[in-house]
Structures are given as C-alpha cells and as structure tokens.
C-alpha cells in the first residue's frame, strides 16, 4: 500500500495566518491526490480533489498544488471555522490510502 | 439535498457481528458507488471498500476481507455494512460516503455520512 506522510501532525496558527499543510507519498501517486476536513463533531467534506481543484463551495482561500510524491493544502488567511483536522487520500494505487492528519489549532 | 444518514451507535461483544446502515437521500441511489471508511484514533483512516449501488458488485481492500461485507437495498436506497467476528481492534467510528467520478481523473468522496461508532467490548 501506498504511505501518506502528512505533516505537521498539528499546527498552531492564529486568524488571518497563512498556512500549509504537507503530504508526501511512499511513491509517485500522478496528482491522484484529495483532501478532506474533519470538524469536531466528526463532519467530513471534500476541500480539493485531483491536486488543485476546489470543491463547490469551499471557500477561495482553500488551494492545493503539487506534483509526483509532494502535495500541499494552503490556506491564505485562516478564518474561526477553519481550525478542524484535515487529511490528504491518495487514489492512484488500491487501495485508497490517508494521511495520518493534521489538526489545525488556535494559536 | 444529499444526504446520507447513518444508524445508531453500536455495542457489541468480541466474537458477534453488527450491521451498520447507510440511507441515501437526494439523488439517484444507483447512480454513485457508495464507499466505507474506518476511523480510529491509532490507524487514523481506513479504507475498507466500495460497493456499486447498482449491481451490487463490490471491492474490498484486502484488509478487510473476510471482516467486513457490503451489500445494497435498491428499495430503500440504503447500504449496509456487516463486520463479523469482533475484536475489540475493530472499535471505531465507520463512516459510509459517495464516491464521486468526474470527467477525467477525478474520483473522490464527496459527501459522507455522520459516522457510527461501533465498540467492541465484553
């Protein structure tokens, strides 16, 4: 099975920061990468899919880039509802594997 | 709107089996795969398998074989999800979700049921 290292495993950050969340693959997954956020009452959606497409619906400040093993989650200026957990999925290899996650905390 | 809703929360002893349900709502049930995803606190997130809400054929990653099985009711637009001979490993919150295949290379989940925690505990 494909690994999914993401990191950090948690950040701290304050309102209005810009951060980035990473994940690296065991090996090249070819932009088959998604990724998802989890609130605390364990509420799941898809923020980007295929690398760098936004959901509808999610705000802009939401972006995703990458390439072969290397992926990132931006977000350009956190707001209050952003501090949750987010994970990345690889698709390119069965079966489907997730990062471990990252918890986005208030600094 | 989609929606897919989740049973109970479930207790169960090691050696039983449950049944977990996933009823569909909002959109043509057999026209999405519905997909089944593990969550623990140790393992993080697992992929389980998918069934295709249609045929019923399903897909199961090797971990799971033999653990969990899948299977659909057309009528009622619900998926179900039995896990058999439990050991306390298999306590977790499963989540059911819809797999979503676009133009292309797109393929993700995109809604998700509420989750249901199942505890496996003597």
């Known amino acids: 099975d494909i690994q999914m290292t993401q990191t950090p495993s948690s950040m701290p950050a304050s309102l209005g920061e810009r951060v980035t969340i990473s994940c690296r693959a065991s090996?090249?997954?070819?932009?088959?990468l998604n990724w998802y956020q989890q609130k605390p009452d364990g509420t799941i959606k898809p923020l980007i899919y295929?690398?760098?497409n936004l959901q509808s619906g999610v705000p802009s400040r939401f972006s995703g880039s990458g390439s072969g093993t290397d992926y990132s989650l931006t977000i350009s200026s956190l707001e209050p509802e952003d501090f949750a957990m987010y994970y990345c999925?690889?698709?390119?290899?069965?079966?489907?594997?997730f990062g471990a996650g990252t918890k986005l905390e208030l600094k | 709107q989609v929606q897919l809703q989740q049973s109970g929360a479930e207790l169960a002893k090691p050696g039983s089996s449950v049944k977990i349900s996933c009823k569909a709502s909002?959109?043509?049930?057999?026209?999405?795969?519905i997909s089944w995803i593990k969550q623990t606190t140790g393992q993080g997130l697992e992929y389980i398998g998918y069934?295709?809400?249609?045929?019923?054929?399903?897909n199961y990653n090797e971990k799971f074989k033999g653990k969990a099985t899948l299977t659909v009711d057309k009528s009622s637009s619900t998926a179900f999800m039995q896990l058999s001979s439990l050991t306390p490993d298999d306590s977790a919150v499963y989540y059911c979700?819809?797999?979503?295949?676009?133009?292309?290379?797109?393929?993700?989940?995109?809604?998700w049921g509420q989750g249901v925690m199942v505890t496996v505990s003597s």
């Open positions: 069934i295709n809400t249609g045929s019923g054929g399903t």
């Open positions: 999925q690889q698709y390119d290899s069965s079966p489907d594997t």
């Open positions: 909002g959109y043509t049930f057999t026209s999405y795969y």
């Open positions: 979700a819809r797999d979503y295949s676009g133009p292309g290379e797109w393929y993700y989940f995109d809604y």
């Open positions: 090996q090249g997954i070819s932009n088959y």
């Open positions: 295929y690398t760098s």
